[in-house]
DNA sequence: GCGCTGCATTACAGCGCTGTAAATCGAGTG
DNA sequence: CACTCGATTTACAGCGCTGTAATGCAGCGC
């Protein structure tokens, strides 16, 4: 059997509630006493029980983090540093998956699991402001992503895509490249990231040809090998570089690229976002935007934890990196690679 | 405030005890007694408190789920199956990662987290046979993974590699290949699968040459390529097609073959291992054994669930299929594509 | 010496649920 | 009609912990 207060209390000739205020850091307890107190925990191996400290004090201690699909990479790579850093905070994390689906998404919020929630994070994408308006305001929540950011009124932690893009594209004028195509989902997606591509050619000098922005229609790899694979098939000339909103549309361009008889990057430099996880096995390896996932996990954590129901929301903004890899800096250069 | 259950037995005019029952389906409750407790548990809107429920039972409601690490992909998929199913059990699952390291996979085993867990399904690589013997056998644990089926006294769930094996290298035999490579992390890791990889070998009447089966002394994409960049390099004639123990691995392999001017699959067929999810982005896309990740799932919360201390490990195996795409069927087909 | 102050400690009532033992009910039996 | 025996329901004691209120106690001023 498990050692409970009671024993530790025993056996430290004190009273339950004098072991329970040294193991939670209380104050006014004497510094005698509390050395007594740890050498009796070290003494049985004393580990508190969660659900009953959780039972006494009304929370569950498990916040869920809610993500489209956990086996796409990037989600999958932000989950684990929330897995990280929720052990700082003495937090469970529940994972879940919505799909995008903004029932499921509503769902959550609403509370339909059973177990009772001390918050959650989530990745939007179906979600609408008056979904957020008519969530229980006793439940924090934060969330992530650029469409959160954009449209709805809640905490929110985020890089600066913006900002971000225009580096990604500043880094592919930098390289010499002057006809820059930008490729992202469509209008209301990653915006931002386009936004900042924008800027980068405005600042240069160069003007925006806003022929060269294609919408993809879709985030998946396909559906930007498709709309650049016909776009260059109708004749347009081949840009030399090409900015994407992010990696999964930048490897799908490099397939419409290679197919065609097109190098990656003497011919083409391509830059994706978000440096999802696929080791340095693709050809080429791919430069991106980086964001730290660390940061965003940490800042998530603590705007949940310092939630308070009927306070403005906060926005909170984590760092980003360019990583330079092959697909900008050449065949074989081992430059940004990972680890 | 929530309802509890004596607001339900006080709206349905019964005792606690009598909600509880229906709620928890056992027996001997009469229908029309449940049905009026249905009634008011609706009315309320009552839903358990789970803190509550394990605090009384003992239990706390969560599982782990260990893997080396959750940012690579084919864990992320298989964690994403395990969340889906665990639902169903009632079970909240608490992601770990160990890194691979025997310390953090043991520290899981000997409970140094302070929440009690109701059981462990771990992917371990570090872990020793004595690891298994000396650890709680009240701490229901069921393993993962070619290590410990072929080391580990314990409840162990995983799809056939030998045969899987035999069944890829098969379909390079069925396209009329002779020369076919395998490509492992090295002796002890994948053995089975390049076990399956000899038989298909044998079955063929074409004998096996172990000069062909190249240890890349790791399971990275960097590795693979550097192996097979190395022998092509020496001067050995290439393969007309090769059976890797893992997808990460073909891909570096195919990063060695192309940048040497070899066209995949014309020159060599490539069939991979594990269907990571990397979407139809990379070029080619890769041919590849993929485990049923939902039975594996299943199978494995059912084990946990149904373990005993003191009986004999079970060993239960899930279901594979091998997905055709480019590497060995041909740049632009679509067949075997994901959704 | 007395009352007061403030730190240190304790007693105790739950948190919401389940397991156990006991109570109650109702039909069948002699 | 009392009695037996399942079927059904209830009472109640915790599960291990924390919040609150109360208590103990030393030092201080008068």
Redesign the pocket.
Known sequence: ??P???DVAEAA??????V??V??GA????E??RQRVLAAIDKLG?R??IA??N????RSGVIAFAVPQLDRPYFASLAARMLDEAEAFGWIVQFHQTGGRREAELALLTERHPARLDGIVMSPLGLTAEDIQERDPALPLVLLGEKAAAQLNADHVGIDNREAGRVATDHLLSLGRRQVMALAPGPGMDDERINGYRDALTAAGLGVDEDLVLPTGGLRGQDAERTLGDWLDAGHPAPDAIFTATDWLAMGAIRALVLRGLRVPEDVAVVGFDDIPYDLATLPTLTTVAPDRVAIARLSLQALRDQRPGTEPVRLEAPFSLVVRESTAGIGTSAGQRE
């Open positions: 059997m498990r409970r207060l009671t000739g004190v009273s339950m509630k004098t329970s205020n193991v939670n104050e006014h307890v004497r005698e006493t004393y508190p029980n009953a400290r039972l006494a004090q009304g």
